[in-house]
């Protein structure tokens, strides 16, 4: 029983955390940690499976006597006359109902064994084959994180209107890039094709003048870090999340990490420090925390490209300046991709493009698009 919540906790938390594992290329290293537990659950489920049919069989078995005993019950009244011959038929029926309700109760083992199947199909779900067909296609060996959009029009498939129409975008290498516009432009959208979850439909999208669609996913991914919008922890400590999905992290760089992400003064201020469970879904931890720890997870990896969907939720200033210096550690002299909310965040961009109709509407910095005077300064007039 304990083994099978925790699991399905484990499993909830896997799931949330499939878009982190892809994004990162860690499909192999997730299931081989997971197949330990789905192992121990399906040992589990086997041994109930079998408790079950013994129990179903012989309980088919137990009720048809039952049923007979009762009937020759009935009958041997009837007989001596102190039931009407009628009465039976009665008296059976009543068996029957005593008889089909306890069968009912016995059907939901089934259930609960169906619900240990569908465990071991989540680790299907994250090898599957045909949502990416990265076999023979060239791998890269680096990636000096220059991007072009080239008149990319996507659409999602149960929805006609097209998301991006004809959009172009050139982000240098190093370079940080701001994705502002109202809600539904299509930010998000144009973070999926940078990670490669979304395909163009027509037009490119190149990474240092590759097609992405023709190059090996995998291998570019490991170059890669996304820090979404809501921080995804799981249950484990502070040090599993940061490092998750890096092997073999020294103790030196950790710290070093810590640093950079702004996280030494909590970490100092917990009696456990780095081994302190954040509970699950890291509910132990305050909004601001969760950031920077997924900043420091993104850090590690020590990636040539970040993709970052700022969280919209408003934190206190102490809290945004503490992100605001992590952020500024995490994105220098790397590719940046940045839906950004915060102005503080906006003006450290070094570029800034405003998407609006499926396409970049204006692109520039933050002067020249103020001096500008259009779509981006209202934007702005709305906010503040
Ligand atoms: N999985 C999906 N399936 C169908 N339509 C989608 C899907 N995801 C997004 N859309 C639609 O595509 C459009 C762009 O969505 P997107 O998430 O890129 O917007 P966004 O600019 O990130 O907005 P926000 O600032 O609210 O996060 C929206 O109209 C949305 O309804
Ligand atoms: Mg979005």
Redo the contacts with the bound molecule.
């Keep these: 029983r304990k083994e099978m919540e925790e699991t399905s906790a484990r499993v909830m938390e896997m799931v949330e955390l499939v878009p982190v594992t892809r994004a990162h290329a860690l499909e192999d290293e997730e299931v081989a940690k997971m197949s330990g537990q789905l192992f121990a659950v399906a040992e589990k489920g086997y041994k109930l499976d079998l408790i079950q049919a013994l129990f179903g069989s012989v309980g088919w078995a137990v009720f048809q006597i039952f049923q007979v005993i009762c009937l020759a019950f009935t009958g041997y009244l009837a007989i001596g006359g102190k039931i009407q011959a009628g009465d039976i038929t009665l008296y059976q029926s009543y068996f029957a109902t005593v008889v089909n309700q306890v069968s009912s109760i016995v059907t939901l083992l089934p259930t609960i064994a169906k619900g240990i199947e569908s465990v071991n199909s989540i680790g299907e779900v994250l090898l599957s084959e045909d949502i990416e067909d990265n076999e023979g296609k060239e791998k890269l060996e680096q990636v000096t994180g220059t991007f072009d959009f080239e008149d990319v029009c996507f659409?999602?498939?149960?929805?006609e209107?097209n998301?991006l129409n004809h959009l172009n975008l050139h982000v240098k290498s190093g370079e940080t890039i701001a994705?502002v516009?109202?809600?539904?432009?299509?930010?998000?959208?144009?973070?999926?094709l940078v990670i490669g979850f979304n395909q163009a439909e027509s037009g490119k999208v190149l990474i240092d003048g590759k097609d992405i669609s023709k190059i090996d996913l995998r291998t570019y991914r490991k170059h890669l870090a996304v820090v979404p919008?809501t921080s995804i922890l799981f249950s484990g400590t502070i040090r599993d999340n940061i490092t998750y999905g890096c092997e073999n992290v020294s103790e030196e760089e950790l710290q070093k990490v810590i640093k950079a992400a702004n996280l030494s003064n909590l970490i100092a201020s917990l009696p456990k420090g780095l081994d302190t469970m954040v509970g699950e879904h890291g509910g132990k931890l305050s909004g601001g925390q969760r950031q920077r720890i997924s900043i420091a997870r993104a850090l590690i990896r020590n990636p040539k490209v970040i993709v970052l969907?700022e969280a919209?939720s408003a934190l206190d200033s102490i809290s945004e300046k503490l992100i605001q210096q992590a952020l500024n550690n995490l994105t220098e002299g790397r590719t940046t991709f940045i839906?950004a909310?915060r102005l503080s965040t906006i003006r450290d961009a070094d570029r800034i493009a405003v998407?609006a109709d499926g396409r970049c509407a204006e692109y520039g910095t933050y002067e020249e698009l103020m001096a500008l005077q259009g779509e981006f300064y209202q934007l702005k007039q709305i906010q503040s």
């Design positions: 659409h999602y498939k149960n929805n209107h998301v994705l516009g109202e809600s539904g432009a299509g930010k998000s959208t144009i973070l999926n919008q969907d919209t839906v909310h998407i």
